[in-house]
């Protein structure tokens, strides 16, 4: 993750942003939360959390798939909406049929046969991570919060995406705006979430 501060005065709401969740946002879905903005426009908005790992394990999420059966890769929690889907972000690696770029070498998969070929090595290159759920907006919806101070918009950053330390994703980003939410950069994570 590149260490410099963001321009939060420039980031348009898009596809491939981040949404950064604002400490007075206190609902337990989203505290504390980075988004990925998967789709943006006039039908709404829809996004995964990205730093929500959690202890289920891609063999647990899926036990009657024989071929993720002893898959190690842990499962994040990808927002409140259809916890029963299981959603992939691929970085890297060559296009995968089926896979809908979302910004930079970074594409957004849903289909079984995907997942499958993910976890097992077959055909997806690159790194990958599942995602249970998802988070989502109607028309107007995330951009009204924005406006309320709910959330910052970031450009997208495949780095920050895919950190080897997501549990301290947000903390980091509140370190590098600066200024006032620079304060926050120290806060431990919340402890009621995941």
Known sequence: MSEAPFDILRAPLEKGSLLVALPSLVDPNFKQTVVLLCEAGEDGSMGLVVNRPTPLRLSEAL???DILQGSDVPVYMGGPVQTDRILILNRG???VEGFLPIFSE???GGTLEALKEAATGLGITGEFRPYRGYAGWGP???EDE???GAWLVLPGDPDAVFTRHP????QE???RTGGMLGIYAS????PTVN
């Open 106 to 108: 970074i594409a957004l």
């Open 173 to 175: 980003i509140m370190g």
């Open 93 to 95: 690696g060559s296009p």
């Open 140 to 142: 107007g919806q995330l």
């Open 187 to 190: 806060m431990p994570p919340d």
């Open 167 to 170: 549990e301290r994703l947000w």
């Open 63 to 65: 036990p009657e798939q």
């Open 146 to 148: 924005i406006d309320e």
